[in-house]
């Protein structure tokens, strides 16, 4: 079966759930796509395999199109690298100092980074030559037959959500994290990452309630949400379209 789509979440430094995910797709061939929805970065151990296999192996792995999306963590080092955002670099949260250990080869041996530390994160300067030019041509949607594909989820106006290529400010579809979209929004399927799914209210999702850590999927069934965790302790989730089958790396 060709023509089907692959979409998988936000990532987050960790290279082992991505090679456990991928080794449980079916076989595919150059009519099948494969979206993987930002958030590369951050949190997890091992942020420079990460980008370095999306931009070397997979394409050459994959034998179908590969789509990668910008995610808001992409988005946040391009603002750090044009002129500085502490605020995202500092919060422990957001896990940029794993990804500063990450690309000196180094372990995370202590829990807070010092001077020299947040002086190359304040500036990006620790990416390779490219990183960051590669970081900006990702693009902030995609669209097939089956679904509009985007980071966070897509901007309300007018008592409606817009298309994604109708908002005047594209980064909100990377950082948005609104309830009227995952409760209310009722047009053509939206997969998304960033909102991890435990966030989320069990009691509304139609996918497996009873399972918080899950993919997460409203009740109209117009919104899959597939932050499943992975970087912080959860797992990475690919969902197969259309048939709406998941695969999961735990």
């Known amino acids: 079966m060709a023509q089907r789509t692959f ?10 759930h991505l090679e456990r995910v991928l080794a449980k797709l079916p076989a595919v061939d150059r009519d099948d796509t494969l ?8 949190r997890g151990p091992r942020s420079r395999d990460v980008i370095d296999y999306i931009r070397g192996d997979l394409p050459r792995r994959f034998a179908g199109k590969v789509v990668v999306l910008r995610g808001n963590h992409e988005d946040g080092w391009l ?61 902030y949607f995609y669209e097939d037959e089956h679904a509009i594909y985007v980071h966070a989820g897509l901007v309300e106006k007018d008592g409606g959500f817009l298309h994604p290529r109708d908002t005047d400010n594209p980064a ?8 009227s979209f995952f409760e209310g929004y009722t047009g053509k399927r939206v997969v998304c990452g960033h909102t991890s799914t435990d966030s989320l209210p069990p009691e509304l999702s139609s996918f497996t309630p009873d ?6 999927v409203n009740p109209q069934k117009t919104v899959y949400a ?25």
Do not use: Q
């Open 7 to 16: 979409a998988i979440g936000d990532i987050h430094g960790d290279m082992d």
């Open 35 to 42: 979206v993987l929805l930002g958030d590369y970065i951050d």
């Open 79 to 139: 603002r750090v690298a044009s002129g500085g955002w502490p605020e995202f670099v500092i919060p422990r949260s957001n896990g940029c100092f794993a990804t500063l250990r990450s690309y000196e080869g180094k372990p995370m041996t202590e829990e807070m980074p010092n001077v020299a530390d947040w002086e190359a994160m304040s500036k990006a300067a620790f990416f390779p030559e490219g990183t960051i030019d590669w970081f900006n041509s990702l693009h």
């Open 172 to 179: 909100l579809l990377l950082w948005l994290r609104t309830k």
């Open 211 to 216: 399972d918080p850590l899950d993919m997460w």
């Open 226 to 250: 597939i932050d499943t965790g992975c970087g912080k302790g959860g797992f990475l989730t690919a969902l197969e379209l259309p048939a709406l089958v998941v695969h999961e790396s735990r």
